[in-house]
DNA sequence: TCTGGGGTCCTAGGACCC
DNA sequence: TCTGGGGTCCTAGGACCC
């Protein structure tokens, strides 16, 4: 068996780079939401060491005197562009699993008849780049795990092996294992790291050295079946079809701190609205709704308070939703506190009219036509054509701010460049 | 002044049951 | 002094990922 996995290199920058020539060769990043920190950077900023995760406002300095590009996240742009990738990934394959808004995991071999895995691989490499303009690196082994290994070395060996690496090989594996650093594996966070070294157990050779019961002792059966799929022993599922959701939340730091409870409870009833019309839109209803505001935690004694309820029936309803969540506002809110992010999780997700019903809950048998219709008009008109009223209307200065941010070149039809 | 958002999985421990 | 045993279910919290 083989596993493969695709990444796209420095995707959103990439991304950016696509539709703004301008964009190519000159350091850029790209900032999180409300501009706050780096999420994405090109390799020449990272050659001026910009750091994952890094607050702008820290290197203002730096952006000015290297004349360091920036740009708001374009989620509209990146959903769509990992599309086509995968699109044509599937050119190549019928197995692909779509791991996250940058990776996919394919099983080999490739529609390729005759082709050895690595040539599959780099024949898959140039046509996204082709097709899409994306450049990626492809890692091959024959477990997930090994294969989200030979991808990161594949990032680190680009130059010598051409941005693919096959992890197949026990001698090549044991000697690039001693150089690996175990913090560098897929599954291996700081908290592990910190167990795992005064244990003696630095490089991933020493990882995969390990007994799996001992693994299992130190870590969790998590860190076992990562060991197991470091010697060759498949232990993860692969998913075609993905899963369906469990749980989904739409949480937001404010464009300007919140202070009244007017605001927060219409801040809050904007994330609960899109809350509900994210699992409308998979057929899902939830049965466990859950709110919170908080302060800022860089401030001394910021404000913090959360509240969850049961939903019997389980639905999507966002009358029912935000009037809770209305409820919920009231009992979080300080006067007196300054809010710096809100948010409103949806969990326990089931399909749409496949739970129990409740006996004793009268439901709105005209629910499904209304909102059926108040979907329809925000999707053809835009988000938030028609909303409930606590949302409140027009742009406040609570909202995310994204003042770098690129156009929708791809998804909407007046904002595609235009060519002379 | 300014510090992201959205997921999954696992475990420990409490509540409850017979 | 001595105070059962074995389950299930739920939740909070931690850890990880991108």
Same mark, same amino acid.
């Given at each position: 068996?083989?596993?493969?996995?695709?990444?796209?290199?420095?995707?959103?920058?990439?991304?950016?780079?696509?539709?703004?020539?301008?964009l190519?060769?000159?350091?850029?990043?790209?900032?999180?939401?409300?501009?706050?920190?780096?999420?994405?950077?090109?390799?020449?900023?990272?050659?001026?060491?910009?750091?994952m995760?890094?607050p702008v406002?820290?290197?203002?300095?730096?952006?000015?005197?290297?004349g360091?590009?920036?740009r708001?996240?374009?989620?509209?742009?990146?959903?769509?562009?990992?599309?086509?990738?995968?699109?044509?990934?599937a050119?190549?394959?019928?197995?692909v699993?779509?791991?996250?808004?940058?990776?996919?995991?394919?099983?080999?071999?490739t529609?390729?008849?005759?082709?050895?895995?690595?040539?599959?691989?780099?024949?898959?490499?140039?046509?996204?780049?082709?097709?899409?303009?994306?450049?990626?690196?492809?890692?091959?082994?024959?477990?997930?795990?090994?294969?989200?290994v030979?991808?990161?070395?594949?990032k680190?060996?680009?130059?010598?092996?051409?941005?693919v690496?096959?992890?197949?090989?026990?001698?090549?594996?044991?000697?690039?294992?001693?150089?690996?650093?175990?913090?560098?594996?897929?599954?291996?966070?700081?908290? $592990? #790291?910190?167990?795992?070294?005064? @244990? +003696?157990?630095?490089?991933? &050779? /020493?990882?995969?050295?390990?007994?799996? !019961?001992?693994?299992?002792?130190?870590?969790?059966?998590? $860190? #076992?079946?990562?060991?197991?799929? @470091? +010697?060759?022993?498949e232990? &993860? /599922?692969?998913?075609v079809?993905p899963? !369906?959701l469990k749980?989904?939340?739409?949480?937001?730091?404010?464009?300007?701190?919140?202070?009244?409870l007017?605001?927060?409870?219409? &801040?809050?009833?904007r994330?609960?609205?899109? !809350?509900?019309?994210?699992?409308?839109?998979?057929?899902?209803v939830a049965s466990?709704?859950?709110?919170?505001?908080?302060?800022?935690?860089?401030?001394?004694?910021p404000?913090?308070?959360?509240r969850?309820?049961?939903?019997?029936?389980?639905?999507?309803?966002?009358?029912?939703?935000?009037?809770?969540v209305?409820?919920?506002?009231?009992?979080?809110?300080?006067p007196?506190?300054?809010?710096t992010?809100?948010?409103?999780?949806?969990?326990?997700l089931?399909?749409?009219?496949?739970?129990?019903?409740?006996?004793?809950?009268?439901?709105d048998?005209?629910a499904p036509?209304?909102?059926?219709?108040?979907?329809?008009?925000?999707?053809?008109?835009?988000?938030?054509?028609?909303?409930?009223?606590?949302?409140?209307?027009?742009?406040?200065?609570?909202?995310?701010?994204?003042?770098?941010k690129s156009p929708?070149?791809?998804?909407?039809?007046?904002?595609?460049?235009?060519?002379?």
């Amino acid at each position: 068996m083989t596993h493969g996995i695709v990444d796209v290199a420095n995707f959103y920058v990439s991304a950016e780079r696509l539709f703004d020539p301008s964009l190519r060769g000159v350091p850029v990043i790209v900032l999180s939401n409300n501009d706050g920190c780096a999420v994405a950077r090109s390799e020449e900023a990272k050659a001026l060491h910009v750091r994952m995760g890094e607050p702008v406002f820290k290197i203002r300095d730096r952006i000015k005197r290297h004349g360091i590009q920036l740009r708001s996240s374009n989620y509209e742009l990146y959903a769509d562009l990992n599309r086509r990738f995968n699109a044509v990934i599937a050119e190549h394959t019928d197995t692909v699993e779509i791991y996250s808004i940058d990776e996919s995991f394919y099983r080999a071999p490739t529609l390729h008849n005759g082709l050895g895995d690595v040539e599959a691989a780099h024949r898959l490499r140039e046509d996204i780049l082709r097709q899409v303009g994306l450049p990626t690196r492809i890692g091959l082994g024959p477990t997930r795990t090994l294969s989200k290994v030979a991808n990161a070395l594949a990032k680190a060996t680009e130059k010598v092996w051409g941005g693919v690496v096959d992890l197949h090989d026990t001698e090549l594996r044991r000697r690039l294992f001693e150089q690996w650093p175990i913090g560098e594996v897929w599954g291996i966070g700081s908290a $592990l #790291e910190a167990r795992l070294h005064p @244990l +003696g157990i630095r490089t991933t &050779a /020493d990882l995969a050295a390990m007994p799996p !019961a001992v693994a299992r002792d130190v870590g969790t059966v998590v $860190l #076992e079946r990562l060991v197991r799929e @470091l +010697g060759g022993i498949e232990c &993860a /599922d692969f998913k075609v079809e993905p899963d !369906a959701l469990k749980a989904t939340a739409v949480t937001r730091q404010f464009g300007e701190p919140v202070k009244t409870l007017d605001e927060l409870g219409e &801040a809050m009833a904007r994330r609960a609205a899109r !809350a509900a019309e994210k699992i409308r839109a998979q057929g899902l209803v939830a049965s466990r709704l859950i709110a919170f505001a908080h302060g800022s935690r860089y401030r001394p004694n910021p404000p913090s308070a959360s509240r969850s309820a049961r939903l019997s029936p389980p639905t999507n309803d966002p009358r029912v939703i935000l009037r809770i969540v209305g409820q919920m506002t009231e009992a979080i809110f300080q006067p007196g506190g300054v809010y710096t992010k809100c948010g409103v999780l949806l969990e326990d997700l089931t399909p749409q009219g496949q739970g129990q019903a409740d006996l004793f809950a009268t439901v709105d048998p005209r629910a499904p036509a209304l909102l059926a219709a108040m979907d329809g008009l925000n999707s053809r008109f835009g988000r938030n054509t028609i909303t409930l009223a606590v949302q409140g209307h027009g742009a406040k200065a609570f909202d995310t701010k994204r003042s770098q941010k690129s156009p929708a070149w791809t998804t909407r039809i007046s904002e595609i460049p235009v060519a002379r």
